[in-house]
């Protein structure tokens, strides 16, 4: 079985070009301040990580503080993404206040954190794009969307409104059903697809063992009962232990894998991982560098099929806190 180590690709995000891996700024100003976040973000950068991706609600708006302050001289090195929540009258809200927080004057990428069911779509698309026409936010995405809003949002971009760049969605080794629908219609349509939730909790770096307690430190050792549960099955667990069997046949890690299966599938832009120190964000990036021989990715997908009944990753915004 052959590996190959290259440098981490860029792929298209409308007009944009983002790294294939990503930095995710849910642990930013809640499990550590803006000093250890610098760090991340500066090690990030030297491994030719150009994508962060944050939302006003982590932290109560603590997330985008500190990333602004980490990017504070290195700004024009980077592709920052920002989410809201709420109804399209409260957009120019949102985003001035995330401009703040970031102390920036433009945000690359301004996505709606999840559909916003009291308004028409068509309104949620006239208030985004008016902020692209004043050239305070360059594109515009989307999170937690189906293949029929999808549709929808470009039904309006062909009447004249601007139209998702991306979709960032619930996607890793454990929960594949993405494959189905999501991913391919992004794939025929020019949509870039990003993969949140890539690692299920750490689950799939395999540092965490079947039927002990998580190592302290980590987000899940804090975690509620019902996340723990969830993320600890049996099911769960029967799938990891196998592919960490299969890395080590082929000289490599469970986290190698977990990655680079997710970026070698068609129409995936970017896979947005966490991290909470500098070394944890060396080994994604050497993970987005791994392209492994179609006969390894045949062993990963007999092992963790795509299959339609699979449970989304257990998260507070699902209820399991």
């Known amino acids: 079985m052959t590996q190959s180590q290259r440098a981490i690709e860029q792929r298209a995000l409308g007009r944009l070009s983002v790294s294939v891996i990503g930095i995710g700024g849910n642990n930013f100003g809640q499990r550590f301040g803006a000093d250890q976040t610098r760090e991340v973000v500066l090690s990030a950068l030297e491994c030719g990580?150009?994508?962060f991706d944050t939302s006003d609600s982590y932290g109560d708006g603590a997330s985008e503080e500190c990333l602004g302050y980490a990017l504070r001289d290195h700004r024009d090195e980077a592709i920052v993404a920002t989410k809201y929540d709420g109804a399209p009258d409260t957009v120019r809200e949102h985003c001035l206040a995330s401009l703040s927080r970031l102390n920036m004057e433009v945000i690359d990428l301004y996505q709606i954190h999840r559909p916003y069911l009291e308004a028409p779509l068509e309104e949620t698309l006239?208030?985004?794009?008016?902020?692209?026409?004043e050239g305070i936010v360059r594109e515009i995405g989307c999170s937690n969307f189906g293949v029929a809003q999808l549709?929808?949002?470009?039904s309006?971009?062909?009447?004249?409104?601007?139209?998702?760049?991306?979709?960032?969605?619930?996607y890793n080794l454990l929960n594949r059903k993405q494959e189905l629908d999501v991913i391919p219609y992004c794939d025929a349509n020019n949509i870039a697809f990003h993969a949140y939730f890539p690692l299920y909790h750490g689950l799939l770096t395999g540092k965490f063992c079947r039927n002990e307690t998580p190592p302290t430190g980590t987000r899940l050792a804090n975690a509620s009962e019902a996340r723990r549960e969830?993320?600890?099955s049996e099911g769960n667990f029967d799938i990891v232990e196998r592919l960490i069997?299969?890395?080590?046949?082929?000289?490599?890690?469970?986290?190698?894998?977990a990655i680079s299966r997710l970026i070698h599938v068609s129409g995936v832009s970017s896979v947005i991982t966490g991290a909470m120190w500098p070394d944890q964000v060396r080994a994604n990036a050497r993970a987005a560098k791994c392209q492994?021989?179609?006969e390894l990715y045949r062993e990963?997908?007999?092992?963790?099929p795509t299959c339609a009944d699979a449970r989304d990753t257990p998260s507070a915004a699902r209820g399991i806190a």
Do not use: M
């Open 49 to 51: 990580i150009n994508f």
């Open 126 to 133: 006239g208030a985004l794009g008016e902020l692209v026409s």
């Open 151 to 154: 549709k929808e949002a470009r």
């Open 156 to 170: 309006l971009t062909r009447e004249g409104h601007v139209g998702f760049v991306c979709v960032q969605n619930d």
């Open 230 to 232: 969830a993320v600890f």
């Open 245 to 257: 069997a299969l890395a080590e046949r082929h000289g490599t890690t469970l986290l190698d894998l």
């Open 292 to 294: 492994f021989d179609e």
């Open 300 to 304: 990963i997908d007999a092992i963790a």
